[in-house]
Nanobody
Framework: QVQLVESGGGLVQPGGSLRLACATSGFTFDDYVIGWFRQVPGKEREAISCISSTNGPYYIDSVKGRFAISRDGAQTTVYLQMNSLKSEDTADYYC?????????????????????WGRGTAVTVSS
C-alpha cells in the first residue's frame, strides 16, 4: 500500500524556519519524482519543488534561495527545509509522488501527473 505522510508543519514567525518531512512507503522510491506542493483555501494547488534520484531539483522562483529539497533513499523520505519564511508561505503543504520520466520540472508543474498524494501538513507564518 502506497503511503506518503507529511510532518513538520506548524506556526512560525516571519523570518523563521521549518523543515517538512515526507515519509514514503509502498513503492520503489528511486523510480519516482517526489514533490512538494501547497494550497491556500480558494486557490489552486501550487508546485513548490520537486526532486528525483537522477536529476537536480526544481524550485519555483518564489522559493529559490529560501527553500531546499532533499531526499534520503535509505529512509525513503524527502525533506523540505524552509528558511526566511514569509506570511505568503502560509498554506497547507502536500507531498506527492509521480513516475520519473526524466523531466522533473515538467512533472512538478503538472500536479495532475502525480500518482500518489499525502494528506498534508499546515504551515502558518504569522507574528
Amino acid at each position: 500500500q502506497v503511503q506518503l505522510v507529511e510532518s513538520g508543519g506548524g506556526l512560525v514567525q516571519p523570518g523563521g524556519s521549518l523543515r517538512l518531512a515526507c515519509a514514503t512507503s509502498g513503492f520503489t522510491f528511486d523510480d519516482y519524482v517526489i514533490g512538494w506542493f501547497r494550497q491556500v483555501p480558494g486557490k489552486e494547488r501550487e508546485a513548490i519543488s520537486c526532486i528525483s534520484s537522477t536529476n537536480g531539483p526544481y524550485y519555483i522562483d518564489s522559493v529559490k534561495g529560501r527553500f531546499a529539497i532533499s531526499r534520503d533513499g535509505a529512509q525513503t523520505t524527502v525533506y523540505l527545509q524552509m528558511n526566511s519564511l514569509k506570511s505568503e508561505d502560509t498554506a497547507d503543504y502536500y507531498c506527492a509522488a509521480g513516475v520519473d520520466f526524466a523531466d522533473v520540472q515538467a512533472l512538478c508543474l503538472s500536479p495532475a501527473g502525480m500518482d500518489h498524494w499525502g494528506r498534508g501538513t499546515a504551515v502558518t507564518v504569522s507574528s
